[in-house]
């Protein structure tokens, strides 16, 4: 189900406003990706896969990778981060990416999508970021999905300065939460 939003936020702060919102990324399983009609990710890294301050994930993100891949959804990590950070995470990981991507602009959204051939559509953002990966993501005719932030306290002061202003956004534009849950019947193939 998506996010209900009053009609005055989705005049004045649709950048901003996410399609989706989830609690961490692995609540994307494949049913649910499915279900939301998804088959391409373009995966923010920083506070929506592991906290700021390391460059190593956890194993419950890489069994949930594992399982997107085994379900055929493609994931490229597309981050702010400068490439020689971000390239040496995604290649350690064996994970496409796209670094610099000057997010909240929609061009390095679209520069995935056209090299890797996805379908515009069925291309979703998935990142903790709502003047960062939401608005690239809306701006680029993707789907949208907001993970709550991965320990925030972690990130540089002008990241930080922002959650007030997200949570503001939240508190006025929300009408009613939808939740992303994964369909009762067993769908995988
Ligand atoms: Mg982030």
Redesign the pocket.
């Known amino acids: 189900m998506k996010n209900q939003y009053s009609l005055l936020a989705q005049i004045f702060l649709w950048p901003f406003l996410p399609q989706y919102k989830v609690n961490v990324v692995n609540e994307l399983t494949p049913a649910v990706l499915r279900e939301i009609e998804v088959r391409h990710i373009l995966l ?5 896969l592991k906290r700021y301050d390391t460059d190593l994930l956890e194993d419950w993100v890489l069994e949930w990778l594992e399982t997107l891949e085994t379900a055929g959804v493609d994931v490229c990590l597309l981050s702010n981060g400068k490439k020689s950070r971000i390239g040496k995470i995604a290649e350690h990981y064996n994970l496409e990416y796209e670094a610099m991507a000057m997010k909240p602009l929609p061009f390095g959204c679209w520069r995935v999508i056209k090299r890797s051939g996805w379908d515009r559509k069925a291309t979703a953002i998935v ?3 709502l003047m960062a ?1 939401i608005a690239a993501g809306n701006f680029a005719g993707i789907k949208t999905v907001h993970v709550t ?1 991965i320990h925030p306290e972690t990130e540089p002061i002008f990241t930080r300065i922002k959650r007030p202003l997200e949570r503001l956004v939240f508190r006025f534009a929300m009408v009613r939460r939808g939740t992303l849950d994964a369909p009762k019947k067993e769908t995988m193939e």
Not at 44 to 48: F, I
């Open positions: 923010d890294v920083d506070c929506t990142g903790d970021q990966d932030p």
